[in-house]
């Protein structure tokens, strides 16, 4: 049953972190347009458009990222208060699992995929969990 109840923690926490990174995804189409004629919905088009994006194109992705994980790291950190740091980076390796696939699949600049994949992920559940940890818990 501890098994269930800690995997079904977890779980709510990888859930509530991809909607906010899917809601910061979302955003950066409707904050940033996309190079004129292209659609940046889909692998060939982005590639397509790839030459033509601006750093600022990177920044909500790396955004919804990092603030996905981060949040992910807090909600765990508060579902399983004992064991924040433990939690914290199980969240922030399957966020990280999920950014080297995207690596494979999405293409983006090497300098893009370096910073998301370094600071997106591991670094941010640990400032999620320490967060929880300094700021949130009494």
Same mark, same amino acid.
């Given at each position: ?7 079904? #923690? =977890?779980?709510?926490? *990888? @859930?509530? !972190? %991809? ?7 979302? &955003? =950066?189409?409707? &904050? ?8 940046? %919905?889909?692998?060939? !088009? ?6 033509? *994006?601006?750093?600022?194109? @990177? &920044? ?7 603030? !996905?994980?981060? %949040?992910?790291?807090?909600?765990? %950190? ?33 300098? @893009?995929?370096?910073?998301? *994949? *370094? ?7 640990? &400032? ?5 940890? #300094?700021? =949130?818990?009494?």
């Amino acid at each position: 049953m501890k098994t269930l109840n800690n995997l079904t #923690r =977890v779980l709510a926490a *990888l @859930f509530v !972190g %991809s909607i906010i990174n899917m809601i910061l995804i979302w &955003l =950066v189409g409707e &904050l940033i347009p996309a190079p004129a004629g292209h659609d940046l %919905s889909t692998p060939t !088009g982005f590639e397509k458009a790839l030459p033509l *994006l601006t750093p600022l194109h @990177f &920044l909500f992705p790396f955004l919804a990222h990092a603030l !996905g994980t981060l %949040s992910a790291a807090m909600l765990v %950190s508060w579902l399983k208060p004992g064991e924040t740091r433990k939690y914290a980076l199980i969240i922030g390796i399957i966020f990280l699992i999920g950014g080297i696939m995207a690596c494979f699949m999405i293409p983006a600049p090497g300098w @893009f995929m370096a910073a998301d *994949l *370094l600071l997106a992920y591991i670094p941010m559940a640990l &400032l999620g969990e320490y967060f929880f940890n #300094r700021l =949130v818990k009494p």
